[in-house]
């Protein structure tokens, strides 16, 4: 247990280094360029028409609280942080008076959902199909799977996103394209409801499987067919225990360990497939709501999204990594 | 590096159909040196007009022939990649040798920034980029940009290298004759690294011109400079699918996929070269 309280610790601090260093990258970003976001808003707001001077400066005073960019460098700084850590990123500029964590908020399931629900799936499958490609060197079927996965993964999620919505959109059109919910449908705990549900994300998870598996899969194939040369897999042979018996708990269970870690370390980019995937589809996640926010120019939106994305995947790696001990005991004793 | 290329076309088709589908692009895109159209130009052909005799890929909405015109896309897309794979490279080469050279706590500090590099997901970063910079944005910018991002990964793997690298003989013996870090590093350790950094190069390629394609697509780059994801953008723009337009949108796609995989092919090759027991076991030589 006190092995494990020092792992726990020294992922914790890790964690709090990720976070530390991403929203100081956000920080970096939004302040050290030269545009001052106050003037855009402005330029953009007094496009049209004419505004009188005295409402313009005023306009510019209370965007700078709006935005948190008054003060001095310092000042700015504490006011980056304060917003970030108790989650409080002000009204949001294009959804007024709307605060952004509330924008945030009600995006944030979806994206965990789309996310979650995909991962699992393409991470299963991936894992469980390159350990047999990979124990099981001579299967015809298993040697196609391999040569697809190695056409569709390095195709980024964008365009498999694009693909898929174009085969389902004007080709063959059976699933909706398009939402997270049907429209017309009351939200509640009803079968209507979850049915339209689990129809709208079938295409979103569906692209972001086909990219994701790939990877699960040609990882696990070459780790396996190392495995199963180690003199341990030969003896259990030898010793005439069964070839399923072998490739679940003698194989795949040692070669799970290093795709484990690496889930932990891809979750960054899975994440950035995720939003872009949820763009494409219309899904009402984060992804969706960064462009709109973009394209409306809410600038507190933008940045609240970005921060919140960065503590929300620096989350998701620190649970993988405290529950990476149950899988592989070793961390517990060194 | 030349015997290994030898024995990469000799025992891995996979290079070889990289090196076919990556010099296939490569010329396509040369191909945009003797264009009869400037990219910029509009209206220069009839626009929405199908493949045809007279143009191979059709044309576009605005007027531009899609075959000159993506040679333009592919070429800028692919300088795009390279600019970013070379850039990183610096820096990635630089903290992974240093870090697994010297170990200690210099490594541990490099290894947590790198793994916290790895885990940020930066495409919000990037978006965030783009809005504060809007229309000062250009690729160089967007290229250093993602340079300073995307190094992470790439310096890990170099490390696991380099760490290797230090235990051997003639490092010591190297040590011991007087040679000075920085010596021993670039001469005598990087060209064992070099493999790797070409398996990482090529995989920073794809991952950078993923990142260009779906930026551009949402207009969040200079969409005045062609690339492949510029095309779409100005396709999505013009509703392109919905027209029936779909050469616009098809072969950008079809020839980026084919760069990828081409990209692809080329960095696992070399990575499975890398590793002993895969390379003997497809040269015939071992059991597995």
């Known amino acids: 247990m006190n092995a494990y309280a020092i792992y726990a610790l020294k992922r914790l601090f890790q964690f709090v280094l990720v976070v530390f260093i991403g929203i100081n990258l956000a920080y970096l970003i939004t302040h050290l360029t030269p545009i001052d976001p106050v003037e855009q808003t402005v330029s953009a707001a007094t496009m049209f028409g004419s505004t009188s001077p005295e409402a313009i400066q005023m306009m510019r005073q209370s965007l700078r609280e709006l935005y948190g960019v008054g003060g001095s460098a310092f000042d700015q700084y504490v006011t980056f942080w304060r917003r970030v850590l108790v989650g409080d990123f002000g009204p949001s500029l294009s959804a007024f008076p709307t605060p952004v964590s509330t924008l945030i908020g009600r995006a944030l399931p979806w994206t965990a959902g789309l996310l979650t629900v995909s991962t699992i799936i393409s991470f299963t499958l991936g894992n469980l199909l390159g350990g047999l490609a990979g124990y099981y060197r001579d299967s015809r079927t298993l040697k196609a799977a391999g040569i697809v996965a190695m056409a569709v993964h390095p195709i980024p999620y964008y365009i498999i996103a694009f693909v898929v919505l174009i085969v389902f959109g004007y080709l063959w059109p059976v699933l909706p394209i398009s939402g997270g919910y049907r429209m017309n449908t009351a939200w509640g705990w009803n079968t209507a409801f979850a049915l339209s549900i689990i129809t709208h994300a079938i295409l979103p998870v569906a692209s972001l499987v086909l990219v994701g598996i790939g990877g699960w899969f040609m990882g696990m194939r070459s780790l396996v067919s190392n495995v199963v040369t180690e003199d341990y897999v030969t003896y259990a042979e030898l010793a005439g225990v069964g070839r399923g018996k072998i490739l679940r708990s003698y194989v795949m269970r040692n070669a799970l360990s290093p795709q484990v870690t690496g889930l932990a370390m891809s979750l960054g980019s899975i994440f950035n497939g995720a939003i872009i995937t949820e763009q494409v589809f219309g899904y009402p996640g984060l992804g969706t709501l960064l462009i709109q926010a973009v394209h409306a120019g809410d600038y507190s939106l933008v940045i609240g999204i970005a921060s919140v994305s960065i503590v929300a995947v620096s989350v998701a790696v620190l649970v993988i990594d405290l529950l990476y001990p149950l899988l592989d005991p070793r961390v517990k004793v060194s | ?288």
């Not at chain 2, 000075?180 to 390629?205: C, W």
Request: aromatic share 16%.
């Open chain 2, 1 to 288: 590096m030349f015997a290994i290329l030898r024995d990469l076309l000799r025992y891995r088709p996979e290079f070889r159909l990289g090196v076919i589908l990556t010099a296939f692009i490569v010329a396509f895109a040369c191909l945009s040196f003797v264009s009869p159209y400037p990219p910029q130009d509009q209206f220069v052909v009839p626009p929405d007009v199908p493949p045809s005799w007279a143009y191979w890929f059709g044309t576009t909405s605005r007027g531009q022939d899609v075959f000159w015109q993506l040679t333009f896309a592919i070429r800028n897309t692919m300088l795009f990649g390279f600019a970013v794979a070379v850039l990183s490279r610096l820096i990635s080469i630089g903290i992974g040798m240093w870090s697994g050279y010297k170990g200690g706590f210099a490594d541990r500090v490099l290894m947590s920034i790198n793994d916290t590099f790895i885990v940020i997901p930066l495409f919000p970063l990037l978006v965030l980029f783009y809005f504060v910079m809007r229309d000062k944005m250009s690729w160089p910018l967007l290229a250093l940009a993602m340079a300073c991002l995307g190094w992470a990964y790439d310096a890990r793997l170099i490390r696991s290298v380099a760490l290797s690298l230090k235990t051997r003989e003639f490092t010591q013996q190297s040590v011991f004759s007087g040679m000075r870090t920085h010596e021993i590093v670039l001469q005598e350790h990087l060209p064992y690294v070099l493999p790797i950094v070409f398996y990482t190069t090529m995989n920073n390629m794809n991952w950078s011109i993923g990142l260009e394609v779906t930026l551009s697509v949402l207009g969040f780059t200079n969409i005045d400079t062609p690339t492949v994801g510029v095309m779409i953008y100005w396709a999505n723009q013009h509703t392109a699918l919905v027209a029936g337009i779909w050469w616009w949108i098809f072969f950008p796609v079809l020839f980026v996929m084919i760069l990828f995989i081409g990209l692809f092919l080329l960095a696992i090759s070399m990575n499975e070269y890398i590793d002993p027991r895969s390379r003997l076991a497809r040269m015939g030589g071992a059991p597995g």
